[in-house]
């Protein structure tokens, strides 16, 4: 990873409310009102300052109620076949009834992970004309020249 992060204390403090929110449901699974708390906080503050959290992180707290999602705790998994035979896995919350359904597929890779995502990976755009506008603009020619040709065929016909 990068050396230094931009917003680095922004990030531990997210960390932190995070795992205070797991410790909190740990100890005590009937203090999900506290968790909450420390789950709307996290996500109020990652809005604030604009800050990308990690797909798992956002997979486990409800996007409605903002509660964090604990398997037999605080939500169910199940596991289903969709149409053609997709595998799902669909996450219910029990506080607010919320479902989220994201695919089981194996092959399956979040955007985050893959190559095209990370900006060393991505090749800066060309300061010249684009190539589809000097392609367009031949084609255009060409066909405005063919109809001129054919009018001067019809006419001296």
Known sequence: ??????????????????????CVLAQDPENIELARFYCFTQKTISKRLVLRQDPS?????CKKCCALLIPGVTSTVRQKRGPRGQRKTIVRCLSCGLTKRFPNNPKHKLWVDQAEAQLENQTPPDAGPSSKSTTQGTKS?????????????????
């Open 1 to 22: 990873m990068a050396g230094n992060i931009k917003d680095k204390e922004a990030f531990q403090r997210l960390n932190f409310l995070y795992q205070a929110a797991h």
């Open 57 to 61: 992180v956002k997979r486990t707290i």
């Open 141 to 157: 020619s060409v066909s405005r020249g063919q109809a001129s040709t054919k009018e001067k065929t019809s006419s001296t016909a």
